[in-house]
């Protein structure tokens, strides 16, 4: 079975679900913000200011690289902006069964806007800062992604389901 990655805003509830969606299948689940802070030794938020963009995006790509590669299986959650380059949407569309969890700005809005660990929000106009991610990062989800799934309201456990039941739809369904 080929490893499934999940693509997303910040927020979207990758993690969340991936980690349920590993449980409920009981193959491992991979989350490469957190692997990336292990190669750091730090938070991504701390050498992001330190190092810049660019050289965390370098990181990243390799991480998410090695974590799609030919032996991986499990379940991937992607950080927010890994779809920014395009060696990442290549390797996630090749290697993986990549399930994009669509949320619009106010829905991300609603369930993060008092999280005050993510520097993202941490900004005058934090909604403005989520449409204008939403407008970039969209097209590029969409891109990489061989499923869309609403997130909307539903609970993690449904969007577990829905995802379950697209997998099985397209014959790609792992054994629960």
Known sequence: MARIALVGMPGAGKSSIGRQLGRRLQIPFDDSDHVIEQRLGCSIRAYFEREGEAAFRDVEAKVIAELCGAASTGILATGGGAVLQPANRLNLHTHCKVVYLHSTPEDIFRRV????????????????????????????????????????????????????????????????
Do not use: C, K, W
């Not at 739809?169 to 054994?175: D, I, K, R, T």
């Open 113 to 176: 806007r008092h999280d005050v660990n993510r520097p993202l929000l941490q900004v005058d106009d934090p909604m403005q800062r989520l449409r204008d991610l939403y407008a970039v990062r969209d097209p590029l989800y969409r891109e990489t992604a061989h499923f869309i799934i609403e997130t909307g309201r539903p609970s993690v456990a449904m969007l577990v389901n829905m995802i379950l039941m697209q997998l099985e739809l397209a014959g790609e369904a792992p054994s629960a």
